[in-house]
T-cell receptor, first 115, second 112 residues
């Protein structure tokens, strides 16, 4: 299994508070991603990173920011949490595609509840 | 506009029978497809993939078929086992990038 950890694994927070989720990898993979999973929506990309300090927006980036100051860490921040951000958040990593291989490896997820 | 569609949210089969999970796509530029499997309270895990230059890829009990003219792929699991009960996602890399676009997922239940 790819060495990916997410912290915290569970969090309950109140509307309007800032929240930071951490993804840590030991695989030295270049690319990192944050997804959210919601019923009826599957997995949707929030932000991604192609390297240190190189990040970009995904499909559902509003209300989220990210930072990557080290290869191994990718932080997702909800500046002011809303109830619509209640979800399960997954981090994923990958290397540049070789031989047309695009596999991403996922962390165990963080369940966030915003009350 | 959903580019990868899994139109059936769930499937229930008997142990030992075949499970067929379907996926349709709208973007004819997709050149690679992946299937992921997800158990509750765990992250998705890669299962099998197929390049658009092939029409079939097999790995043990799992076979993926690709019909480019119909923009359709399917995952066959034979024989199905109770441990296969999970949510399955199909995915494809977005045009020339590393980013994957996922379907909504299908919950497979294999009954003993």
């Amino acid at each position: 299994d790819a060495g990916i950890t997410q912290s915290p694994r569970h969090k309950v927070t109140e509307t309007g508070t800032p929240v930071t989720l951490r993804c840590h990898q030991t695989e030295n993979h270049r690319y990192m991603y944050w997804y959210r999973q919601d019923p009826g929506h599957g997995l949707r990309l929030i932000h991604y990173s192609y390297g240190v300090k190189d990040t970009d927006k995904g499909e559902v980036s509003d209300g989220y920011s990210v930072s990557r100051s080290k290869t191994e860490d990718f932080l997702l921040t909800l500046e002011s949490a809303t109830s619509s951000q209640t979800s399960v958040y997954f981090c994923a990593i990958s290397e540049p595609a070789r031989d047309s291989s695009y596999e991403q490896y996922f962390g165990p997820g963080t369940r966030l509840t915003v009350t | 506009d959903q580019q990868v569609k899994q139109n059936s949210p769930s499937l229930s089969v008997q142990e030992g029978r075949i499970s067929i999970l379907n996926c349709d796509y709208t973007n004819s530029m997709f050149d690679y497809f992946l299937w992921y499997k997800k158990y509750p309270a765990e992250g998705p895990t890669f299962l099998i993939s197929i390049s658009s230059i092939k029409d079939k890829n097999e790995d043990g009990r799992f076979t993926v078929f690709l019909n480019k003219s119909a923009k359709h792929l399917s995952l066959h699991i034979v024989p199905s086992q109770p441990g296969d009960s999970a949510v399955y996602f199909c995915a494809a890399p977005q045009g020339g990038s590393e980013k994957l676009v996922f379907g909504k997922g299908m919950k497979l239940t294999v009954n003993p």
